[in-house]
């Protein structure tokens, strides 16, 4: 059976997930999972301790919390979400989240998160394996190009010095290895709706998505 109470967000890095995921959270005053953020956190954790046991017993120490719709991980009162943003912390992540003991260890916890009052559910794998179940299921693209300027401005303005054939690259890197890798490949779901953003305004995806949802849930 449908839970029409789970919206999940997949698609490829810089596609927008993000965005769309916190303006619809909002839109439906919804509860926020921002898988990417969890699995930075979670890589934040394994640098310290180098064990995914450890890495878990320090995971479960932090505090991940809703601010204005938004994520946010604290580590001794500490909000530490900037922090995760950096690259560095973006490319382990992305490393580690290939390994299934990773993927074991945040899937109780990203679960959880569901309740009667609402999920948009951010990720690459949100739509096939955490909630297979969600009664709307988008995958969210975009071209590479467009991807690595979003990324560019993200990081420009949080002060970070970026290339942009670097990010291109890396972008189009991540890409493969997110759609090659055995455990949870990047794949939209049978079911999920493929949305474009890459000539479309955040609030022409917002726009677009809102009405599949209300579609979805007229259907019940």
Excluded: W
């Amino acid at each position: 059976m449908k839970n029409n109470n789970i919206i999940t967000i997949d698609g490829p890095s810089a596609s927008g997930k993000g965005s769309l995921a916190k303006a619809l959270a909002k839109e439906l005053d919804f509860i926020l999972l921002d898988s990417g953020l969890l699995y930075r956190a979670y890589s934040y954790c394994f640098e310290q301790t180098q064990t995914h046991s450890a890495a878990k017993d320090l995971f479960s120490d932090l505090r991940v919390e809703s601010v204005n719709h938004e994520m946010h991980v604290f580590e001794n009162n500490q909000d530490i979400t900037s922090i995760l943003r950096h690259e560095n912390i973006a490319k382990s992540a992305s490393q580690l989240s290939s390994l299934q003991e990773t993927r074991d260890n945040l899937m109780s916890f990203q679960r959880d998160l569901a309740s009667d009052h609402g999920l948009v559910a951010d990720g690459r794998d949100m739509g096939t394996v955490v909630f297979p179940d969600a009664g709307t299921k988008i995958f969210l693209v975009a071209d590479a190009e467009v991807r690595a300027q979003r990324r560019f401005y993200e990081l420009q303005n949080a002060g970070q010095g970026v290339n942009m054939r670097d990010l291109i690259e890396d972008i189009r890197l991540r890409d493969e290895a997110d759609k090659a890798r055995k455990i949870s490949p990047l794949k939209p779901a049978d079911d999920s709706i493929e949305v474009n953003s890459s000539n479309l305004t955040p609030q022409e995806v917002l726009e677009i998505v809102l009405k599949i949802y209300k579609e979805n849930t007229k259907e019940v």
